[in-house]
């Protein structure tokens, strides 16, 4: 990297760190949704020095319910706030990186908060790096990428609380990065069992970071058989290949199914039958169906996957303005118009490998749309943030949406000053951070 590459980046990251970290001590204490259950979580490993297990009563709807219409007032947390434990079937990762920060700390929330912050630091560094492997000459591309992850307000909003989002982002962001690179570099009269191994143990590590992280085994699977298809693998290297990646994956996630399945039985080795028999009185789809109708409870659920995904704050309750949405919406269509200009113009100079690059980004996003639907089969959570696992390769489609219009400009320095102006635009995003933070946020849930 060069050192303006260098101030580009580390200028992204400071922002977006000056911004996470108003939201860690600014946003009201428990107004991150899920948050009492992730702390309670981290509290147990820090105060017994074993993983909980998911257990009858860890969940009640009322005294939830209770506690947000009351903001989250410790007068209202009465003797019961600690018994708010139904994340406790969570993969253990995040929270055993996190214990020693709640013991340190004597179980700070704001510290706690900061240090997840800091983890989502990664995710815009890697969110840069993946984009750098695949397109290195355009560096705009992959600089507009960071800045669309670390600026989304959501998406602040969520890595600036305590849960498992951030890392598992991270791992996530790690795992397409080494497959990229991977997937970039010719291999025919190279060792491959490295780069293999080093694939298989960040999958390994997101198997027991978060559930939504799986989505990665489908990433992974289908960045192997395309560098198997491109440098014509025998079946024999294929299978190797396989190994390499299964073995380090299997060693950390078999350990969690053992211990999931003593615990909860066959075949729940990830806890969620027991999630699902425990969360009574949460909203299912299918009640909504029955009483609004199919078309009706499908359009709320797109509206507010929209609406959250950008930007809907405390436990769903904190809105934007409508005309915000409006004008979200249309940067939306601009994008997707763009997109196609892009394509057009410029799908004939994209390499082998850049395609193969390109069909794994389309591959992680697709999956976490298929991954909020399935969720939304069962459970009404028609939440934006369900997405973000897949937000690397949202945010590069969104930045390719904008250099299709930019690549309209004629004029060399005019079209080079148009696609940096993307970079620049994403910036817009901070000011919103912050005004919705001071705005809405504050002055709402507090």
Not at 51 to 59: F, N, T
């Amino acid at each position: 990297m060069t050192r303006r590459d260098t101030g580009v980046l580390g200028a992204i990251v400071v922002v977006y760190l000056i911004i996470a970290a108003l939201y860690a001590i600014k946003t009201p204490a428990w107004q991150v949704p899920d948050e009492p259950a992730h702390y309670n979580y981290i509290a147990q490993v820090a105060t017994n020095g074993a993983i909980p297990s998911l257990q009858m009563g860890d969940w009640n709807q009322g005294y939830l319910e209770s506690l947000k219409a009351q903001k989250f007032a410790p007068s209202a947390f009465g003797s019961q706030f600690g018994t708010i434990r139904y994340e406790d079937h969570q993969p253990p990762l995040f929270y055993l990186l996190e214990a020693p920060v709640f013991a340190l700390s004597n179980g700070n929330l704001t510290i706690m908060r900061l240090f997840s912050a800091l983890i989502g630091a990664g995710v815009v560094i890697v969110a840069y790096f993946a984009v750098r492997t695949l397109f290195p000459a355009q560096l705009f591309l992959a600089f507009a990428t960071a800045a669309f992850v670390a600026l989304l307000p959501q998406h602040v909003a969520m890595m600036a609380g305590v849960d498992n989002d951030s890392l598992a982002e991270l791992i996530i962001g790690l795992t397409v990065l080494a497959c990229l690179r991977f997937t970039m570099t010719d291999t025919r009269t190279q060792p491959i069992g490295r780069r293999l191994a080093l694939i298989g143990l960040l999958l390994g590590l997101a198997l027991i970071t978060k559930a939504t992280a799986y989505l990665l085994i489908g990433v992974v699977g289908v960045a192997l058989l395309l560098k198997a298809r491109r440098e014509d693998w025998t079946l024999r290297r294929l299978i190797n290949g396989a190994l390499w990646i299964g073995l380090p994956a299997l060693i950390f996630g078999g350990a969690w199914w053992l211990h999931d399945i003593q615990i909860y039985g066959w075949p729940d080795f990830l806890g969620l039958r027991r999630h699902d028999s425990i969360v009574i009185g949460q909203t299912r789809t299918a009640e909504l169906i029955a009483q609004h109708g199919l078309g009706s409870t499908l359009a709320d659920a797109l509206q507010t996957t929209f609406h959250s995904f950008w930007g809907q704050f405390g436990w769903m309750g904190v809105p934007l303005p409508e005309n915000f949405y409006a004008i979200l919406a249309l940067f939306s269509l601009v994008v997707l118009i763009g997109a196609v200009l892009a394509w057009v113009r410029f799908r004939s100079r994209i390499t082998a490998g850049q395609r193969d690059g390109l069909l794994i980004l389309s591959v992680l996003a697709l999956l976490a749309v298929a991954e909020i639907v399935y969720y939304n089969l069962g459970f009404a959570q028609a939440q934006g943030r369900y997405l973000y696992p897949g937000l690397l390769a949202i945010a590069f489609f969104v930045v390719v949406g904008l250099m299709g219009w930019a690549s309209l400009i004629r004029g060399h320095r005019a079209s080079q000053a148009a696609r940096w102006a993307i970079v620049a635009v994403m910036f817009a995003f901070a000011a919103l951070d912050v005004y919705a933070l001071y705005r809405f946020i504050v002055p709402i849930l507090s």
